[in-house]
């Protein structure tokens, strides 16, 4: 065997590599989309926390320096509702870190905004008119994801079950993204928050595969080679990678959020609600620790990270990372510093050589 054994992703975006670098907000830069899709993948550039006058400046970036497919990722949460006694319940747990640093706890908390998807940034989907946008979350609503497909984007977005997988299928979706529980960053679930019954990706791929009759895409601690040819194997026909990523010198990573990527043991990432209210893996750092990994005091997503920011200012006298959220999937270990690009071309070049015959021992 010398090609992917299944095409349908390639052929559905226009790429030539089933590699697709995951939107991580905060931290994926244009430098990093342009340096995958120009590689063969796809480069997604996560949206979420962008206003709309920096997600056209990026796009602008973009469209400079590829032609080729692109990703727009998005939040599809509702906006919370105020609960002033939750989250003065939160500012108090929070307090007595503030008084260590020296910080005013009464001061007032700063804004913790990630946009979901409205007209605006459809309206920024129809202008650039990207070959892929992806939901977290579920999916916009139907006028907002009409409006997407006519502006002739494939549409995929994240499961994390098989009935999150068959109500994305029944909606519209164009492929399923089926994230495992490995994945870092924020879960996808839209259909329940039980965090105790989530599936590993290596079970999850094949029952999504089984259950949906739309390409399946793979994520969550795959990180090289063998996951590659793992998912495939499952039934997968792409790959979505998100930690291996972060080794890229084009990721805008914090210096503390690094070393404790190159420095993570398999076991040292858990969920977690405390820096944003809703679920998310990370490397276990002392705010973990101290509040529990998922706190009820937290408020809902994403107002949770408000009361933090100031706790996050880099000249303050905590310990490195102690207050910022350390992203990371369950297979850090194997992250491997290289550029962008490089990092998708040597990842498919070793995946195919392990699917050719014979390869299975290389």
């Keep these: 065997m010398t090609a992917w054994p299944d095409r349908r992703i390639q052929e559905l975006f226009g790429i030539s590599l089933p590699i697709i670098q995951a939107p991580m907000a905060g931290v994926t830069t244009p430098q990093m989309v342009i340096a995958v899709s120009e590689a063969g993948g796809l480069g997604s550039l996560p949206c979420a926390l962008l206003s709309l006058e920096q997600a056209r400046e990026a796009l602008d970036t973009l469209r400079q320096g590829t032609s080729r497919p692109i990703n727009l990722n998005f939040f599809c949460h509702l906006p919370p509702q105020a609960d002033a006694a939750r989250e003065s319940a939160w500012r108090a747990r929070l307090a007595p870190y503030y008084v260590e640093q020296g910080l005013d706890p009464e001061a007032p908390v700063p804004a913790s905004n990630r946009r979901p998807f409205d007209s605006a940034f459809c309206e920024l989907v129809e202008e650039y008119r990207p070959q892929v946008v992806s939901f977290h979350f579920g999916l916009p609503e139907q006028a907002l994801l009409d409006r997407v497909r006519a502006a002739g984007a494939k549409v995929i977005s994240s499961a994390t079950t098989v009935s999150e997988a068959r109500w994305l299928e029944a909606h519209g979706c164009d492929a399923i993204i089926a994230m495992g529980w490995e994945a870092g960053g924020h879960r996808g679930s839209f259909l329940t928050d039980n965090m105790a019954t989530q599936v590993g990706t290596f079970a999850l791929v094949p029952q999504v595969a089984d259950a949906v009759k739309i390409p399946v895409i793979a994520a969550g601690g795959i ?48 969920l977690t609600n405390v820096f944003t209210g809703r679920p998310a893996r990370g490397i276990v750092n002392r705010l973990m620790r101290d509040l529990g990994l998922m706190s009820p005091l937290a408020p809902a997503f994403p107002l949770a990270g408000g009361a933090l920011a100031p706790l996050r200012n880099p000249s303050a006298p905590a310990g490195p990372g102690d207050f910022i959220p350390l992203w990371s999937g369950q297979a850090a270990r194997l992250g491997r510093e290289l550029p962008a690009g490089q990092l998708t ?9 392990k699917l050719s015959p014979g390869g299975a021992d290389r």
């Design 223 to 270: 990180a090289d080679a063998r996951g590659i040819v793992a998912a495939f194997a499952l039934g997968a026909s792409a790959v979505q990678m998100g930690t291996a990523y972060l080794f890229c010198p084009e990721a805008r990573v914090a210096p503390p959020h690094l070393q404790a990527l190159k420095t993570a043991a398999d076991d040292g990432t858990a």
């Design 345 to 353: 071309r040597l990842l498919a070049s070793e995946a195919l050589a």
